[in-house]
């Protein structure tokens, strides 16, 4: 079972991804990950910090000459930032914030909470999600993510290859696939900037060649939209979550929602087995398994809650009305957000792949995959 506990706060020393249940023998590419923490602190709209951070990967544990040894693996990502003990209280919390919330829980200090609440703990949790890439791309998986709004702009998505989508999404200052909206995006965010506002947004993550029955029907908390939905739900701003068509499919009538299915034997050599679809309305998922098509995942994410304009709050101590209070922040971390979604989807993914084909070694991995492969094509 491939399991990721985190630790560590936004002024820490340091933020840590502990990975257990990670199979051994997967060469680990450290320059992939250090370059999905770069991405991650990119995109147009983030704030200062970003200047003085530039996040790179340390394998602690679990790793042996670059291999891993099927030990708990440890990420580590430095805050260079490092200033938590010279951090004073913070009393005015801000709205769309845990520091309410999560002081009254604890019986303690708003700083506690919004120092583990803080979205700087998703580096880590890119950190473990690009070594589950590496996983999954042993078995021809890739997983691919961008941005399709921001606020009221839509971005079209071009068609290509996944190199020529990936080139395109790279060159974008949103992590769009749309460069028409690329302009009128960062107008906005500029705009946000000088009314001392934040932006949100939506991203969508898509994971290609994907075998049959990752999840399960059979129990609520093994099917895989659910479990999906769950983790991508937990990213700090994360409000909504979409697989396929999602909400538009309450909208229209069955024969415009389900995907007819065929077959085409000249694809059987594919993951999906030559089963084809004219649609992919499921997103890749039915009854809380994959079903060959891709996965189609889209997360909204709210406009981010420190505001440098502050709303309306208290002062914890005196309960007397006071403006929110204002750390350094962005103004909008949409593109970040689809690096963050597209890891944390690929975790996810990563989990349930080694469910069904074991987790000891990448050896035995594969010959079981393979072995189902031919299986499920004789059958």
Partial sequence: MLRLLTAGESHGKTLLAVIDG??????????????????????????GRQKLETDTVDVLTG????VTLGGPVTLGVVNRDYKLERLKEVERPRPGHGDLTGAIKYLGSIRGILERASARETA???AAGAL????????GIQVFGYVTQLEQIPATAREGTLEELRALRDASPMYTLDPEADAKMVARVDQATADGDTLGGIVEVQVYNLPFG?????QWDLKLDGRIAQAVMSIQAIKGVEIGMG?????????????????????????S?????????????????TNG??????????????LRKPLASINLGTKEPETAAYERSDVCALAAASVIVENVVAFTVAEAFLEKFGSDSLTEIKDRHAGFLKLARER
């Fill in 132 to 139: 589950a890439r590496q996983l999954l791309a042993e078995f």
């Fill in 273 to 289: 087995l030559g089963y084809v679809r004219k649609t992919n309305n499921a997103g890749g998922l039915e009854a809380g398994m």
């Fill in 22 to 47: 990670f199979p051994a023998g997967l060469k680990v590419d450290t320059a992939f990950i250090d370059r999905e923490l770069q991405r991650r602190q990119g995109g147009y709209g983030r704030g």
């Fill in 63 to 66: 790793v042996w000459q670059g």
């Fill in 124 to 126: 880590v949790r890119v």
């Fill in 293 to 306: 098509q891709p996965l189609v995942v889209r997360a909204a994410k709210k406009p981010i809650s420190t």
């Fill in 214 to 218: 990752l999840g399960s029907h059979a």
């Fill in 247 to 271: 909400f538009e499919a309450a909208r229209r009538p069955g024969t415009r929602v389900h995907d007819e299915i065929a077959y085409d034997p000249e694809l059987a050599h594919l993951p």
